[in-house]
């Protein structure tokens, strides 16, 4: 089985600290991925990254920055947290699609509360 | 503009009747379609999905209907269950890499 492993599974931070969010996928998978969700709004893609070193702005990447270092881990760190970045976050990874339906599988998630 | 739009943001169904989740997409160049199932606190597993040259794909309970003119696709379950009970959401590749979501649908099944 596919397992995406998030870090932490609640987080509580003050406003204007630095916050990492760690992620490890273990099945060898190039493609990784951070979503955060809200209240009706779904799953809003924040960045990806397809390759070691590589990433890719999502729809929603202000006051975001990533790191993949190791194809297995992937990590999203908010520069100064605000209050506008309570959320939950939800890592992803898949393979590259080549015609094929595939799915990404995510992990449990991280609630985060900034105050 | 590529979307997938869910505009039922709840749905409550009698336990053992079907329920019918709806989405919307704009971009008629998805190749396929996944839905997902979100419990709380929890994240989004993988339910079943449909390629853009079928117009239905069945999973036990779970059938996925595609209607490529009108660009509009629906979740039945049936006989749904209290277990159903979760947020679902529609979801779409658009080009290699990445996924795109709907804003979801949070299922009630009422025992």
């Known amino acids: 089985d596919v397992k995406v492993t998030q870090s932490s599974r609640y987080l509580v931070k003050r406003t204007g600290e630095k916050v990492f969010l760690e992620c490890v996928q273990d099945m060898d998978h190039e493609n990784m991925f951070w979503y955060r969700q809200d209240p009706g709004l779904g799953l809003r893609l924040i960045y990806f990254s397809y390759d070691v070193k590589m990433k890719e702005k999502g729809d929603i990447p202000e006051g975001y920055s990533v790191s993949r270092e190791k194809k297995e881990r992937f990590s999203l760190i908010l520069e100064s947290a605000s209050t506008n970045q309570t959320s939950m976050y939800l890592c992803a990874s898949s393979v590259t699609k080549i015609g094929t339906n595939t799915e990404a599988f995510f992990g449990q998630g991280t609630r985060l509360t900034v105050v | 503009d590529q979307q997938v739009k869910q505009n039922s943001p709840s749905l409550s169904v009698q336990e053992g009747r079907i329920s019918i989740l709806n989405c919307d997409y704009t971009?008629?160049?998805?190749?396929?379609f996944l839905w997902y199932k979100k419990y709380p606190a929890e994240g989004p597993t993988f339910l079943i999905s449909?390629?853009?040259?079928?117009d239905k794909n069945e999973d036990g309970r779970f059938t996925v209907f595609l209607n490529k003119s009108a660009k509009h696709l629906s979740l039945h379950i049936v006989p749904s269950q209290p277990g159903d009970s979760a947020v679902y959401f529609c979801a779409a590749p658009p080009g290699t890499y990445k996924y795109i979501f709907g804003t979801g649908t949070r299922l009630k099944v009422l025992a």
């Open positions: 449909i390629s853009s040259i079928k």
């Open positions: 971009n008629s160049m998805f190749d396929y």
